[in-house]
């Protein structure tokens, strides 16, 4: 057995719409070895490791239903195990994951094997030790693995439950994560610790553990001060203890003179009751507690010892909403059993966990227990009178074995104020009271009692899952008060995917947003924008992207590029859209990442929306695009279509639904709108600019798509109109998206199409333009792409132009040399053209040049280019002497210098023809008369 491949996808996928890891799990001959075969032993073993698996209902849809798959008939395969025993080891983590699904692939014995998980190291690990564990259970002859000793389940599996929990969020983070998601609040978890961010954009709020960003950072240095904090408290009539802030040993013999025995010791700035010394009587004892304590903070504090039960009193936004009495970590004894015994039988209680695995936590007889033993005259083996309470120790913490009750319902009215107040005092929006006294139904004013301490961070699984009591929810305060029912909590997200046009349509609708007065946040192919100027350079269309763009603060609305790789690769990087829009499904990247055939392809795509809220955006005029829609459930289903005598967009317009058409006028072609019965004129498409006059009928697309979502996010009429008349593609705007040079006497046209869809789009505009001289053309085809889909790029612009130049990516991609571009005229050959109008310059500066060079007054040449910004400067700065060219400010390519600075090679001087034949080595080129 042996995991081929890993795909942890961190949002909706092609296999789920929630996070889960995909194994591509190889069981080499074990294929041949299912379940009933293996025999009961191995049944037997499996579910005495994890008897959970008892529950698991697989296909049947119940509790049983796994163990019937393993044992019945010819049983399940190890691929199948492998997924159930991964979710029930997060299971009894405390991590609560209940999906997987198994398929086989067309490999014999290969399977894609997928599961939920919460974190993603605690999901690989699971992985890890369910394949160990299956191992240890087949026959010694059909171990895959050699352990390094005797595999010990017990072991691995606390250690796995201890790594889990040191990666996992705290129960206080989760439970207000859990609130938030009740809320349909997203969240984002910002480092491996408890800082989460709620919400997304410029409605986010920030939480780490119980702290909120609203936290005052002078109430948790005050609420972190034990000395300031008795004063303040002090100062306000509220009950403290007396106390004093020592240093040394002797100062805290003295303190403890002066304040009278009974005292306690505790460090200045400690928590979770580290180094706390109670009940202390003599002078010995204190100065062994202040040694202990100052191994904790330099500074310890003395206070008087108030006798009563220790509660926690929690305050949220100006409001007591829990109580709860806490008793420290005990056994009781039964005068037959030894100290040790007892906790055994306790420890036993399926409440208690590892950490914070689950509402309690396990007794351990660790050094500080053994201290407060040996202070009794009891060691482990000591066996105590029935009856008797042997705590194990001194403070009452979750964390450490203690027990907690909730007094909520009945805590006295004064009590509740006296915790109010005295958070009030502090600062704090979040924070807890500790509060000793003998009967919490009681005033403080009459029964006495003290605060010893309030808490800026405090815990809240005392709370939501007491020991005794009603659990109370004290997270969902906490989300109400940074989220005020009714407010917003995030920004609209929108959302574009398809083969062809993402970029243009994602930018546009970005532009529109902008001139609508938003600051959007814009994920492409060329990089992260936020309010229009480039953050993150690269191709940034994967799930990291998109959650460098939800976490910025300064974004109103966020305009995601949604490209195939990261889909594959990752998913998406939040669980829902409130626009999605396909805008087509063509061949490209067929044969990669087992996506082969357009309908594959149309599913990995469809995920966009599958998780669409308020709007599908859908190109009526893709056969595929249309399937799409039987799989959405977003409020409103749009269609773009540009047939205005689409018989299906027809009936939809009918019935009430929303499209977008374009319909032919006494003016030329209108973009049309329709929506609940309305017909509303948007804009001619000789006004959009990108549309050079309307001939860019792919652009007229896009502008479509970008109306079709900008309408279906809420945005005025004028302001869509607004968008679309100040959108150009030029360099600036748009970098490789049929960006024009008009100043030398030929036109140039620079487009990253790289697919025979894309590229056809660019030749049929070429044959709509006005030329009076040649179409020259620098054609090319990214080399990991399949031979036919570079023959359909050549067959594409094949008859098209006077002149063509193949050439290669500078990236080979598994290519040889100059593979691409010998397929390349190989096929225009096949197709008729000349071989006289065939060059082939490999590499791509060269053909730019060659292309250049070639062009005279009136030609067209269209050149689709690789690395973008070299060849926008090949163009720009192209002169026949040789000499660099003054550029305008229009075409100038966009600043940031450092990131887009022009390498060495783009700025050496320009070759000219005879020596590009000399460096191509022989390949035959354009004669140098060839005009």
């Known amino acids: 057995m042996r995991i081929l491949e890993r795909s942890v996808y961190v949002g909706p996928s092609l296999y789920a719409h929630f996070p889960v890891i995909r194994l591509e799990f190889d069981l080499g001959a074990l294929e041949e070895w299912p379940t ?45 195990v492998l997924e159930h025993v991964a979710i029930e080891l997060q299971n009894v983590a405390g991590i609560r994951v209940t999906f997987g699904k198994t398929r086989g692939t067309d490999r014999p014995g290969v399977y894609d094997v997928v599961f939920e998980y919460e974190h993603k190291d605690e999901g690989l690990e699971a992985a890890e030790l369910a ?32 790594f889990a929990q040191r990666r996992a969020l705290g129960p206080s983070t989760a439970s207000i994560v859990q609130a938030a998601e009740a809320r349909d609040i997203p969240w984002i978890r910002l480092n491996s610790q408890s800082l989460i961010q709620l919400g997304y954009g410029r409605f986010q709020q920030r939480i780490q553990a119980t702290v909120t ?18 004063k303040i408290l002090s100062m306000i009539g509220l009950p403290v203890p007396k106390q004093e802030l020592v240093q040394s040993a002797d100062a805290a013999a003295r303190a403890a003179r002066r304040i009278g025995y009974p005292v306690v010791v505790k460090p200045y700035n400690g928590n979770h009751g580290r180094a706390v010394a109670i009940h202390l009587n003599t002078e010995e004892a204190v100065r062994t507690a202040f040694t202990v304590a100052q191994e904790v903070s330099r500074s310890v504090l003395v206070e008087s010892f108030i006798t009563g039960d220790d509660h926690r009193l929690l305050v949220v936004n100006g409001e007591l909403v829990a109580a709860t009495r806490r008793t420290p970590g005990h056994v009781v004894g039964d005068g037959t059993r030894t100290i040790a015994e007892l906790i055994g039988i306790v420890n036993q209680d399926p409440r208690r966990g590892i950490g914070h695995e689950k509402v309690l936590t396990q007794l351990d007889l660790d050094s500080q227990a053994m201290r407060l033993l040996e202070k009794k005259g009891y060691t482990a083996e000591t066996v105590p009178p029935a009856g008797e309470i042997v705590y194990l120790r001194s403070t009452a913490n979750l964390s450490t074995g203690g027990t907690a009750t909730d007094v909520t319902d009945v805590i006295h009215p004064d009590n509740a104020e006296m915790a109010v107040r005295a958070i009030k005092a502090i600062g704090l929006d979040v924070g807890g009271v500790d509060f000793l006294c003998d009967d ?3 005033s403080y004013r009459k029964a006495g009692g003290a605060i010893c301490e309030v808490n800026a961070a405090p815990g809240f699984r005392m709370h939501s899952a007491p020991s005794e009591g009603r659990p109370r929810d004290v997270a969902t305060p906490v989300i109400d008060m940074l989220f005020p029912v009714g407010t917003p909590t995030t920004v609209p997200i929108a959302a574009v995917t398809g083969t062809n046009g993402k970029t243009t349509t994602a930018r546009m609708l970005a532009h529109i947003c902008k ?12 990089g992260v924008y936020i309010d229009g100027q480039r953050t993150v350079e690269g191709d940034m269309t994967g799930p990291v992207a998109t959650r460098t763009v939800l976490s910025d603060p300064s974004i109103d609305v966020a305009v995601l590029e949604i490209a195939r790789g990261g889909l594959l690769r990752a998913g998406m990087g939040t669980r829902y859209v409130n626009v999605g829009a396909v805008l087509n499904v063509r061949s490209d990247h067929l044969g990669m990442k087992g996506v082969d055939t357009l309908e594959h392809l149309a599913e990995v795509k469809r995920v966009v929306v599958e998780v669409a809220r ?50 032919t006028g006494v003016n030329g072609q209108m973009i049309t709108i329709y929506d609940k019965g309305a017909h509303i004129p948007l804009l001619w498409t000789h006004l959009i600019p990108a549309t050079m006059e309307g001939r860019a009928l792919h652009n007229v697309n896009n502008a479509m798509f970008a109306a079709a979502m900008a309408f279906s996010l809420g945005m005025k009429l004028e302001t869509i109109r607004q968008g679309l008349r100040t959108f150009d593609t030029t360099f600036f705007q748009a970098p490789g998206r049929t960006n024009v040079f008009n100043e030398h006497p030929f036109k140039v046209i620079l487009d990253y199409g790289h697919n025979a869809h894309a590229v056809e789009a660019m030749t049929q505009l070429a044959g709509r333009l006005d030329v009076t001289g040649r179409r020259i053309v620098v054609i090319a085809g990214p080399g990991d792409r399949r031979d036919e889909d570079i023959r359909d790029i050549a067959r594409t612009v094949a008859g098209h132009f006077d002149h063509y130049i193949c050439r290669r990516d500078d990236a080979l991609r598994g290519r040889d040399g100059d593979e691409v571009p010998r397929l390349i005229a190989k096929t225009l050959a096949a197709e008729g053209v000349p071989e ?14 060659a292309a250049l060079r070639m062009g005279r007054s009136g030609d067209l040449l269209l050149i689709f280019g690789d690395e973008i910004v070299r060849s926008w400067k090949q163009i720009i700065h192209f002169q026949a002497d040789g000499a660099l060219r003054p550029v305008t400010a229009e075409y100038a390519v966009p600043r940031p210098a450092a990131v887009l600075a022009p390498s060495a090679a783009a700025e050496a001087a320009p070759h000219d023809l005879t ?4 460096d191509e080595r022989g390949v035959r080129l354009a004669r140098e008369s060839d005009d």
């Open 36 to 80: 009933t075969r293996l025999g009961g032993a191995f049944v037997d073993g499996l579910l005495a490791a994890l008897p959970g698996l008892q529950e698991h209902g697989c296909s049947y849809g119940e509790a049983g239903g796994f163990v019937r798959r393993m044992t019945e008939d010819e049983g399940t395969w190890l691929g199948h």
């Open 131 to 162: 394949i160990r564990l299956i191992d240890s259970l087949l026959p010694e002859s059909l171990r895959t693995r050699k352990e390094s000793g005797a595999f010990d389940f017990a072991r691995e599996r606390d250690t796995f439950i201890r």
């Open 213 to 230: 960003g609203r936290t005052s950072h002078i109430a948790v240095e005050l609420a972190s001060d034990k000395e300031e904090t008795n």
């Open 440 to 442: 919490i139904t009681q």
């Open 515 to 526: 001139m609508g007065g938003l600051t959007p946040g814009l994920t492409t192919t060329d």
């Open 614 to 663: 308020d709007a599908a955006v859908l190109n009526a005029d893709d056969p595929l695009c249309l399937k799409m829609a039987s799989y959405t459930d977003a409020k409103s289903l749009c269609y773009v279509t540009m047939d205005p005598a689409n018989a299906l967009v027809r009936e939809h317009i009918r019935a009430g639904g929303r499209a977008v058409s374009l319909e």
């Open 836 to 849: 006289s109008s065939i060059s082939i310059i490999a590499e791509e500066q060269a053909a730019v040049e």
């Open 915 to 918: 020596t590009l034949v000399r």
